[in-house]
């Protein structure tokens, strides 16, 4: 539906990691990703946050809901821990894989040898 439906320039490329839905189904907090800088990342969540009337309208109507969820967009900070756990190994895959490096220790235990 958001990539879909909502229509505003300012809305960049957006996923949904997760939703908290109260056991009520009064409220429902959306936790997405952004895909480019902080500024970025702010300006969609504003736009998301905008259109949370609307979002919140499809819901009720799509899921034929009498109460339809109270809408709360929240950018997923975990993301960014992802983020820099990859970046992380992906430097330590290139420095390893440089001339002269240390290449990967050989196992002692002889378990692969035939006999």
Request: no cysteine; net charge negative.
């Given at each position: 539906?958001?990539?879909?439906?909502?229509?505003?320039?300012?809305?960049?490329?957006?996923?949904?990691?997760?939703?908290?839905l109260?056991?009520?189904?009064?409220?429902?907090?959306?936790?997405?990703?952004?895909?480019?800088?902080?500024?970025?990342?702010?300006?969609?969540?504003?736009?998301?946050?905008?259109?949370?009337?609307?979002?919140?309208?499809?819901?009720?109507?799509?899921?034929?809901?009498?109460?339809?969820?109270?809408?709360?967009?929240?950018?997923?900070?975990?993301?960014?821990?992802?983020?820099?756990?990859?970046?992380?190994?992906?430097?330590?895959?290139?420095?390893?894989?440089?001339?002269?490096?240390p290449?990967?220790?050989?196992?002692?235990?002889?378990?692969?040898?035939?006999?």
């Amino acid at each position: 539906m958001i990539g879909a439906e909502l229509k505003d320039p300012r809305l960049g490329f957006v996923t949904v990691t997760r939703v908290d839905l109260t056991a009520d189904l009064r409220y429902a907090r959306i936790f997405v990703g952004v895909l480019g800088s902080a500024d970025e990342r702010g300006r969609t969540v504003d736009v998301l946050r905008g259109a949370a009337g609307f979002v919140r309208k499809e819901i009720g109507r799509r899921l034929r809901l009498r109460f339809a969820p109270e809408i709360d967009f929240r950018y997923d900070k975990g993301l960014d821990a992802t983020d820099r756990v990859a970046r992380l190994l992906e430097e330590a895959a290139t420095s390893t894989a440089e001339p002269g490096a240390p290449g990967p220790v050989p196992d002692s235990s002889g378990e692969d040898e035939p006999g």
